[in-house]
Each structure stands twice: as structure tokens, then as C-alpha cells.
T-cell receptor
Framework: GESVGLHLPTLSVQEGDNSIINCAYSNSASDYFIWYKQESGKGPQFIIDIRSNMDKRQGQRVTVLLNKTVKHLSLQIAATQPGDSAVYFCAENIRGGSEKLVFGKGTKLTVNP | AAGVIQSPRHLIKEKRETATLKCYPIPRHDTVYWYQQGPGQDPQFLISFYEKMQSDKGSIPDRFSAQQFSDYHSELNMSSLELGDSALYFC???????????????FGEGSRLTVL
């Protein structure tokens, strides 16, 4: 069925380090994936997305990797900053199907100064 | 830039009462989504509307109803409130024709409902 999950509920890194947040999905029909950042008391904020015809996409300081073989998604944040501290969610969608996004369990990233 | 506006931001109700949450999408956006997020949980899809018609339905209780009006704003009505309804309720909007390579949903800041 549709489900997206995360391997680690928390991640703590030092400022300046690179962070890697992982996500596993189970619906092989999902073909569009998004990473959202959610700060305390705020709504999810779009970070980066990727379609299933790609295996890598880069943004500013962020990279998303998609491995369809093992249904795995990761978000890499370069030179992590204190402002990156938040909960990160991956979400999936089946294009051409339901419009809804299915969110996975969040990973709380804490950046230590 | 204009964002998704939700009101009220905070709401306290008692069991069995009713509550109404409002969502004003980004201007020109034609699709509205409602999500419920319990404490420490991921957002759960409730319902969506496209051009004022219900377009998808998720885990929305029968006690809840929603609609999208002619000005594209949406309201989520919750009746016979239960303690378990305490959560953050997010509204998101998008412009369907632009849900192409980057099908971004823009989320509001949420409405926090507390049921006592």
C-alpha cells in the first residue's frame, strides 16, 4: 500500500558538517517525491523535489538522491547551519493518480553550533 | 509574496462542540488540500478540492466536512469534537496546471485545535 517511512527519527550534526536524511517508500507506483522542512509551529516548507525518471537533483546546498531499485530517497544538506534545524519529511505522489501527497515520518535534525 | 492564510491560528473547544477552520489559498491557485498533523506525527491527508469540487478524499472522519467556495477559499467543519481531534490542521494550495515537474504545494502556517 502507500506508505513512506524514515529510517531515523532524530539526527544530530555539528555546524558545517554534511547531513544525510533518509526515507524509504513502499509504493512502486510513486513517481514524484518531495522533501519538506517543518520548523516548530510552522507549516511544511518545500525544499526540493525529484521525479522518478531522475536519480539525482541538486538545489542550493541540498541534493536529493532517488534509488528506485531499493525504493530509497535521501536528502543531503551541505555545510549544515543552525537554521537547518527542523523536522524533515519526505512525501510521495503518484502523478496522474491522486493529487494527495503521502508524508513519511519526520526526521528531526538538530545542528549543534 | 502572498501565502496561504489560515484562520484561526489557535482554537480551543470542548468535547462535542463544533469548529470551523478557514483557508485562503494563494491568489489564482485552484486546488486546496487539508492535512491533519497530530503531535509528533506526519501530516495526514484529509481532503482536497479543485475548482470548488472535491477532488480526493483521505482519512477524514464522517464528523468532518469541507467545501471550497466561489472565491476559492475553503472551510473545514468539524462537529462532535473528540479529544483525539486535537492537532495542527494545515491547508495547502497549488495551481494544478503548474503541477508539472515541480508540483509544489504551498502550506499555510496551520490552525492549532485543542479539544478539552
Amino acid at each position: 500500500g502507500e506508505s513512506v517511512g524514515l529510517h531515523l527519527p532524530t539526527l544530530s550534526v555539528q555546524e558545517g558538517d554534511n547531513s544525510i536524511i533518509n526515507c524509504a517508500y513502499s509504493n512502486s507506483a510513486s513517481d514524484y517525491f518531495i522533501w519538506y522542512k517543518q520548523e516548530s509551529g510552522k507549516g511544511p516548507q518545500f525544499i526540493i523535489d525529484i521525479r522518478s525518471n531522475m536519480d539525482k537533483r541538486q538545489g542550493q546546498r541540498v541534493t536529493v538522491l532517488l534509488n528506485k531499485t531499493v525504493k530509497h530517497l535521501s536528502l543531503q544538506i551541505a555545510a549544515t547551519q543552525p537554521g537547518d534545524s527542523a523536522v524533515y519529511f519526505c512525501a510521495e505522489n503518484i502523478r496522474g493518480g491522486s493529487e494527495k501527497l503521502v508524508f513519511g515520518k519526520g526526521t528531526k535534525l538538530t545542528v549543534n553550533p | 509574496a502572498a501565502g496561504v492564510i489560515q484562520s484561526p491560528r489557535h482554537l480551543i473547544k470542548e468535547k462535542r462542540e463544533t469548529a470551523t477552520l478557514k483557508c485562503y489559498p494563494i491568489p489564482r491557485h485552484d486546488t486546496v488540500y487539508w492535512y491533519q498533523q497530530g503531535p509528533g506525527q506526519d501530516p495526514q491527508f484529509l481532503i482536497s478540492f479543485y475548482e470548488k469540487m472535491q477532488s480526493d478524499k483521505g482519512s477524514i472522519p464522517d464528523r468532518f466536512s469541507a467545501q471550497q467556495f466561489s472565491d476559492y477559499h475553503s472551510e473545514l467543519n468539524m462537529s462532535s469534537l473528540e479529544l483525539g481531534d486535537s492537532a495542527l490542521y494545515f491547508c495547502a494550495s497549488s495551481l494544478r496546471e503548474f503541477r508539472g515537474p515541480s508540483g509544489e504545494l504551498f502550506f499555510g502556517e496551520g490552525s492549532r485545535l485543542t479539544v478539552l
